[in-house]
């Protein structure tokens, strides 16, 4: 039995890399295609994605079908879809001819012989299929990258507190009040943080103070102005 075995294409090389760089950076589109199958997310091998973003040899990729983004190694993803392996093919079966009768005696005799009949040959067994270990599904590796968290003004009493992973924002940013944000400064005990939240603060606590004297001069203002009017008694027919 002759078996015609396909060879194994391998990963993305380091041309590669520096390929789809250039197209992620002139905002293209850049696809590649996964070298093996994955079947706790039910992909096959050969399935398309989309490239995200690449550092080093690590590329996120968001594969057809799947809405999550995964990290995957260079040598696990192909930058053309694979080709199907050579079929094994299957040896023929040889068919026993079956044995000649025997003829009958002469008529001289007085007995008459009955030729014996002849069993039939037993089929072949076929071949046992070949045990198929099976692959234990692949475990999404966590994206290397340094974390960003950013602290920002976002109003007199509001900030705003997100979270980036590499190039890639962690969910939405979150509101938290001034005064815990300068307490979180003081904690982490870096003079350059505190004097520019307290700084921050301190202009908002100006223009709030600005705007209670404005607010108080007004009030003053149209105070007078009514009590001028109430001093008036309507005229008498």
Known sequence: MDVMASRRQTGLSTEDLESLSAGLAAGKRV????????????????????????????VIISPKGVEDQLPFDADELLKTRPTAGAATSTPRRSTPRPEPIAEPAPRETVRRQTPAPVPAPAPAPAPAPKPTAAKAPRRPKAPS????????????????VSVSHGSKKQGRPTEVPAERVAKAMRELGD??????????????????????????RELESARAVLAHLDGQAPSAD
């Open 31 to 58: 696809t590649v295609y996964l070298r093996d199958p994955m079947p706790s997310l039910n992909l096959a091998a050969g399935v398309s994605a989309r490239v995200i973003s690449i550092d080093g040899s690590t």
């Open 145 to 160: 990258g340094a974390v960003t968290v950013t602290v920002t003004s976002a109003s007199d009493t509001t900030w705003t």
């Open 191 to 216: 003079p350059t943080a505190i004097t520019a939240v307290d700084g921050v603060i301190e202009s908002a606590r100006a223009a709030a103070r600005q705007r209670i004297d404005d607010l108080s």
